[in-house]
Nanobody
Framework: QVQLVESGGGLVQSGGSLRLSCKAS????????VTWVRQGRGKEFDLVAR???????DYADSVKGRFVISRDSVENTVYLQMNNLKPNATDLYFC???????WGQGTQVTVSS
């Protein structure tokens, strides 16, 4: 059974940092695209960051320079390092893989002012 499990969310003060983890089982993350999104306020999820099959990365303009997505193939985990967090980053964050075929359950990030 393929599963993605997010972790690392929680409550952090403005300016602080969190590292989100997306741990996969039943599928190998190596050379698979993985995307972090957040629920947002609209009808569609908001892209946060993604890493391609060839480890190219892309970020939303709002997080460039502050967030870093990375892959640990040995641990079969994709991370999202989030630095200098602001209250408007408060949201429910999800990882998905293989073009949205696999989804995690989400992890809540709350940034206090």
């Amino acid at each position: 059974q393929v599963q993605l499990v997010e972790s690392g969310g929680g409550l952090v003060q403005s300016g602080g940092s969190l590292r989100l983890s997306c741990k996969a089982s039943g599928v190998r993350f190596r050379n698979f695209p993985v995307t972090w999104v957040r629920q947002g306020r609209g009808k569609e999820f908001d892209l946060v960051a993604r890493i391609s099959y060839n480890d190219e990365t892309d970020y939303a303009d709002s997080v460039k320079g502050r967030f870093v997505i990375s892959r640990d193939s040995v641990e079969n985990t994709v991370y999202l390092q989030m630095n200098n967090l602001k209250p408007n980053a408060t949201d429910l964050y999800f990882c998905n893989a293989y073009g949205g075929t696999y989804w995690g359950q989400g992890t809540q990030v709350t940034v206090s002012s």
